[in-house]
């Protein structure tokens, strides 16, 4: 854009500087504020296009073309303006509630009215994220967020009201994705009343089945334990005063295999709660909040537990 805005520069200080004896060869040679005027616009139209506002682009574009605009703007003008048009974006509103097409529907941006009934006709914008509110006679709103890209021609924006005689609210979100490219004329996907801004939400992990597998595991842990100390002294009396080994030598090994059994008991109770509490999820839940199928084996001697899951 500076580099346009030199030429422009260089000639109104000529034309200024020549009073006008330049342009004294006809009658309908420009003036100097007529120069000025198409400078004006000139330079105007690319701001006004940098700045995405190809509307207003538009308009000034039309300006620097006239006749009494010196060539080289007419030119640079004219070539500008066909690029402009390619890149303005125009929008088709439409409504509908069941199968049945509304026409009475106001559709507006902020305190900017776009149409006050549908018509099937284009309208044109600027590029960029609008809100629109589609209001019906009956007090029916949606409001749907959408962004219109440069070059989107007669691009779709549709609303479906639900099929009842009560007014209804909503507001519904047409974006697409980042990573996603409009072309240009496509149609978009028809988006719906309140049913459309509802999400599933997500199933709480919850914290309970993970207390019982943390209490589980921490049972059997201490079983194993218990059980291999009680083992110990065990093999120790055998060794040392089997089989005139007193009660008072014999009982703290009876209390450790004791609990050892009540440490077992405790571990597997807490994890069938938690697998329990685990498949009480939906699957997919279930996987993404890592519950984990367990299985518990407790023998006299021995304690093994398996998990797996299916990826």
């Known amino acids: 854009m500076s580099n346009q805005r030199c030429p422009v520069l260089v000639f109104l200080a000529l034309a200024v500087s020549l009073d006008g004896r330049a342009f004294a ?13 198409c400078a004006r616009a000139y330079e105007n139209s690319q701001e006004q296009r940098g700045a995405g506002a190809i509307f207003s ?40 509630r069941g199968s ?17 009934r549908l018509n099937e006709r284009a309208v044109e914008l600027d590029p960029g994220e609008y809100d629109f509110r589609f209001e019906t006679s009956d007090g029916g709103r949606i409001v749907l967020h959408a ?6 021609k007669d691009r779709l924006v549709q609303v479906e009201f639900a099929p009842s005689a009560q007014a209804q609210t909503a507001h519904v979100d047409q974006r697409p994705p980042r990573s996603a490219a409009h072309s240009a004329g496509s149609a978009e996907p028809t988006v719906r009343g309140p049913a459309a801004e509802k999400r599933a939400p997500a199933a709480p992990a919850g ?54 059994n009540i440490s077992f008991g405790v571990g597997l109770v807490s ?17 993404a909040e890592g519950a984990l199928p367990v299985t518990v084996v407790a023998g006299p001697s021995s304690v093994q537990a398996t998990y797996g899951a299916r990826f």
Request: charged share 20%; hydrophobic share 40%; with cysteine.
């Open 25 to 37: 060869q006809g009658a309908g040679a420009p003036t100097s504020s007529a120069l000025q005027e």
């Open 271 to 287: 994890l069938s709660t938690a697998a329990y509490l685990f498949l009480r999820q939906p699957g997919p839940e279930r996987i």
């Open 57 to 96: 682009a538009r308009l000034e574009l039309q300006r620097c073309r006239r006749d009494d605009c010196p060539a080289f703007i007419r030119s640079d003008c004219s070539r500008w303006s066909n690029e402009v048009e390619a890149q303005q974006p125009t929008v088709i509103f439409s409504a509908k």
């Open 147 to 152: 962004l219109i890209q440069p070059g989107n």
């Open 207 to 260: 914290v309970l089945p993970w207390v019982f597998l943390a209490v589980g595991a921490a049972s059997l842990g201490t079983g194993v334990g218990l059980s291999v100390w009680g083992h110990n002294q065990e093999l120790h009396l055998r060794e040392t005063c089997a089989p005139t080994c007193t009660d008072a030598q014999v009982q703290p090994v009876s209390t450790k295999y004791l609990l050892s």
């Open 100 to 116: 049945q097409p509304l026409t009475e529907v106001r559709v507006t941006i902020g305190d900017r009215v776009l149409v006050e």
